[in-house]
């Protein structure tokens, strides 16, 4: 226990070490050229395995007023409209969602429907705007863009990912000069002992 005890606390010592040369030594900025750069150098990672959608959602009740006027305001693309649509829709909608205007996955805009969508990419080929209804809802969707699974996924998409996977990388690479360093100096001034 002793052993194990010591062997945690030096295991402790070195990770503060590290995390506290990081913090005062490693680079952290990206920059968006750095990223692009990696996103083109790297497409076939970035390969879709899902549908994915800029979308508009709006659950209402059967008895909204104005229904054809909120179908038509939710297929326009004009920024006026889509105020006066969201003005309407905070008065009558049980669920207004545009996802911060980013791509998501087609799952979690079915999940939304009450029923399944058959064969997304003929669905997402030949619609830009759904509706369907069930007793108490009216359920509106409006398809801004859309990526099929097996195509290269947008920028925008895989941002985020490309921001982890450098920095890991450069964390990696980091803590492999540092420790090098350290043996190296080691060995330099010959202070280490061989167990």
């Known amino acids: 226990i002793e052993n194990q005890l010591q062997e945690t606390r030096t295991n402790l010592v070195i990770y503060q070490y590290q995390r506290q040369m990081m913090l005062e030594k490693m680079d952290t900025v990206l920059t968006e050229t750095e990223l692009e750069n990696y996103y083109t150098a790297n497409e076939k990672s970035f390969i879709l395995s899902s549908n994915i959608v800029k979308a508009l959602f709006i659950k209402l009740p059967v008895e909204t007023p104005n229904i054809e006027k909120i179908k038509l305001l939710a ?4 920024q006026n409209d889509l105020q006066q649509l969201e003005n309407y829709c ?9 996802f911060n205007e980013e791509w998501v996955s087609m799952d979690r805009l079915s999940v939304e429907l009450q029923n399944d969508i058959e064969n997304e990419e003929n669905f997402l080929k030949r619609n830009t705007f759904f509706e369907t209804t069930d007793s108490i809802s ?3 969707i409006s398809i801004r863009d859309y990526r099929l699974r097996s195509s290269l996924a947008p920028f925008e998409y895989v941002k985020n990912d490309i921001k982890r996977i450098i920095w890991n990388t450069r964390r990696f690479e980091f803590i492999q000069s540092l420790e090098n360093g350290i043996y190296n100096e080691a060995l330099q001034e010959n202070s280490f002992k061989i167990y």
């Open 75 to 78: 297929r326009s693309n004009d």
């Open 90 to 98: 905070y008065q009558f909608a049980e669920k207004f969602d545009d």
């Open 138 to 140: 009216i359920y509106l």
